[in-house]
């Protein structure tokens, strides 16, 4: 590594790129700078839900560790403030993947009121679960990074290096994903044109938006192909029945009235009789119709519904949204 180039009066480099490029040099410097500034901490703990003020008194009660050592396994980040709240953050960079730790560290939190188990990814993905009492979330390093810009926190001068450290070394970007799924099955259907709900077996990962494929099971009056486009305004995985637990968060999504209880109505629309059944849904913004339905690739040619879809629609098919703007040019022309 260059430290200093030649004809250079300085460094173009902060501390935190002598830490490296994996997910271990991230999370270290991310624990850093919640340990070094008590406002990015507490920015950080209001964005997971964690109810807590920010006040000297509760920083100097609270403790951050890194890489601590459970019979569990070695976490990358804690922060504990005893009777109050304990957070366990797992890190990932680029295509880092979140297996076995989804559940490996629930039985490692102190006995307190708030238990949060979270996963930072490259990935945007919104997901909320709650089990035994421990709050699971998956957010993605750009919605970190946007809530300390949006609380001003960039003008802080060690979280800017650090989140340009973030952007520069691992190059955090937005994915403006659309998921395209196959829908069919009339109580799906009605839950996504009645209530702007989607809902799926238990996924991982948020798409920007959210497209629904009609496929030739779906009513004559539907037709075929894809006809809407729904951005994606939160996701939540959970038992139906547990809905009303998740009335503030229903809340935060939208800012419409009554749409909270729009969505509530569509999680149990079809019964919660099966208690032990979990779902992933998909809270949606008013559809936006295109111009006319589109329709698979139907090429046999090698290669055929590359960046688009062709046959069997994959459970997790994202479309890049330059790709659908490309569809209705060509699909336009006949």
């Not at 809530?147 to 001068?157: G, W």
């Not at 079809?270 to 992933?280: E, H, I, M, P």
Request: hydrophobic share 35%; with cysteine.
């Amino acid at each position: 590594m260059i430290v200093k180039r030649l004809q250079r009066t300085a460094s173009h480099l902060t501390l935190f790129d002598l830490l490296g490029t994996d997910e271990t040099a991230l999370s270290k410097a991310f624990a850093y700078i919640l340990a070094k500034e008590k406002d990015a901490l507490f920015t950080f703990l209001r964005f997971l839900g964690v109810p807590t003020k920010n006040t000297d008194r509760n920083f100097f009660a609270t403790s951050i560790e890194i890489e601590r050592s459970r019979p569990e396994g070695h976490t990358d980040v804690e922060i504990l403030r005893p009777g109050s709240f304990h957070v366990i953050a797992e890190c990932k960079v680029h295509k880092g993947k979140i297996g076995r730790q989804r559940t490996q560290y629930l039985t490692a939190f102190e006995d307190v009121a708030n238990k949060v188990m979270c996963f930072i990814t490259q990935e945007r993905d919104t997901n909320k679960e709650k089990r035994n009492g421990i709050v699971i979330r998956s957010v993605s390093w750009m919605d970190i990074l946007d809530v300390f810009e949006n609380a001003r926190l960039a003008s802080n001068t060690i979280v800017r290096q650090f989140m340009m450290y973030a952007m520069r070394t691992y190059k955090m970007k937005s994915q403006g994903e659309i998921l395209v799924q196959d829908l069919s099955d009339p109580i799906e259907l009605c839950r996504y044109q009645k209530y702007s709900l989607y809902r799926r077996d238990v996924t991982f990962g948020s798409p920007l938006y959210f497209a629904p494929h009609f496929t030739r099971k779906a009513p004559r009056e539907i037709g075929v192909g894809i006809k809407y486009l729904s951005r994606v305004l939160g996701v939540l995985t959970l038992n139906p029945s547990d809905i009303s637990d998740y009335r503030n968060d229903l809340e935060s999504f939208s800012e419409k009235p009554d749409q909270a209880n729009k969505w509530e109505k569509g999680v149990e629309m079809d019964g919660t009789s099966d208690q032990a059944s979990q779902y992933t849904f998909y809270f949606l913004d008013e559809p936006v119709e295109l111009p006319f339905p589109l329709l698979k690739d139907k090429s046999k040619e090698k290669g055929s519904g590359k960046n688009w879809i062709s046959r069997m629609i994959s459970k997790n098919r994202c479309v890049p949204f330059a790709e659908l703007i490309r569809q209705i040019t060509l699909q336009s022309r006949g």
